[in-house]
């Protein structure tokens, strides 16, 4: 009882404290985090993409800041969904895999709400629990659908039948800002589906990237000599493993739903079509090279999409005068191969995976234009918001604060190495686990279920294609990486005995459904 009463007298003392700081003005921001789900930022104007174009994106780039180095603790979106939002790595917040994530937890949603926020969780939640500490909750069951997309929220559940699902997240998000209470300052987090796997585009971006040849990446034909065993083993390749359903192919007329099922979900070594008015079928070098542009075509015309709902958001923060002291996020629960290696997919601990695209504009603490190469994690999204929000940071959340960063300055003692774990072994993609290290110019994975270990030099090799562990005049590189790991290690409390044992696979694939199972 002294508790709860305690915990009121804590409560509104936030809330007036909330209530004061916003008539004055000088108050404590509003936060948008938006998040899209499988976004590599080399898919991003401001990030320098080869392959696409997204100016509404890049706006938070050129207005706010863009961080370079930011980076998934874990490269798959439940484990990394659940990072953001208790600022801890996988083996503490219970989410290594696929794993039910337990609401009830301290979150960063729950402890803005606390002190004195009001909160939305818009979107794709893919926890596989009813989401809590959100005074408003509108979400996806599991993975979600590109098109004619069911939502539940706390009391119901609606189809929203012929809408396409990056317009519906953004309509409800805008709603969510427009009937908000204004005696508060809020928290929405709006969480994309796109541009997630199976790539949908809606019908006006659709034929955005017929016809135009997207370059592939230098590594598309990656024959992964020098590297262990996981990069031959893995399922996860473009040439090799798109299915029917992802290449949007047609199936043959007749054919029973269980039928159509495993149809779609055949990988074509063949495929006849229609080019320059001429029927072909091709086959080999020829068809992956096919492959890759009906992949990245669909890929990134949902980014399109994406595109446009943030410039949307954005608008709507200008008109409504609120942009000065409201933080607007960009970022993806991790990154994605675009045919990098050869692959498409992430959970690698490899570049294109690991990194998040990071944008932030905030006119009143951010000089426009603003670049960091700072070392950021996931779990650091979570310290941030508290910090900006002038609430205490939980001492077990193990991720630190972007504050001072976004204010310019990087504290003398930032990190300079992280420590990353996958675990899903083999997963829906063959995919080995594995954990490492990575510093500013290297980088040391660990396979342990293989006891294989590769060994990158960042500068001199950025793509990541010459394993130099075990080479000559390596010893004495390895051994400070390994004595880095162990450090990092100790420091996340990553002791236990999992590390040399086969861990069972979580359950993959979409969620059940939330309520009554
Ligand atoms: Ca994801």
Known sequence: MKLIAAALVVLVAASQTSATAQSRGSGRPNIIFIMTDDHAAH??????????????????ATEGALFSSVFA??????????????????HINGVTMFNRFDSSRMTVARLLQQGGYYTGMIGKW????????????EILPGQGVYKNPVFYTATGEKTYTGRYVTDVITDLAVDFLDRRPRDKPFFLMMHHKAPHRPWD?????ASHFAGRRIPEPPTFWDSYATRTDALH?????????????????TPPDGLSPAELTRWFAITPDSV??????????????????????????????????????????????????????TMVIYTSDQGFFLGDHGLFDKRFMYEESIRMPFLVRWPARIKPGTKSQAMALNIDFAPTFLAAAGLPIPADMQGRSLLPILRGTTPANWR?????????????HNTRAHYGVRTATHKLI????????????LVRDPFELHNLYGQPGQAALTESLKTELARLKREVNDLDQLANQQLPNGVDGPVARLRGK
């Open 73 to 90: 603790t874990n490269s798959i979106c439940t484990p990394s969904r659940a990072a953001i939002l208790t600022g801890q790595y996988s």
């Open 272 to 325: 006849t079509t229609v080019i320059d008015g001429r029927t072909v079928t091709l086959t080999g070098e020829a068809l992956g090279r096919w492959k890759y542009q009906r992949y990245m075509q669909d890929y990134l015309a949902t980014v399109q999409s994406v595109d446009e709902s943030v410039g949307r958001v954005l608008d709507y923060v200008d008109k409504s005068g609120l942009s000065r002291n």
């Open 416 to 428: 300079t190495a992280m420590y990353y774990r996958y675990y899903h072994d083999p997963g829906n």
């Open 43 to 60: 898919a991003i104007g401001a990030y320098g993409s080869r392959v696409n174009q997204t100016p509404h994106l890049d706006r938070l």
């Open 201 to 205: 585009p809606d019908d006006v971006h």
């Open 233 to 249: 083993e893995n399922e996860q390749r473009v040439v090799a493993d798109l299915t029917n359903r992802d290449l949007k192919l």
């Open 126 to 137: 893919h926890l596989g629990s009813d989401p809590m500490g959100f005074d408003q909750w």
């Open 446 to 457: 660990y396979f342990w279920t293989k006891d294989q270990w590769e060994l990158f030099d």
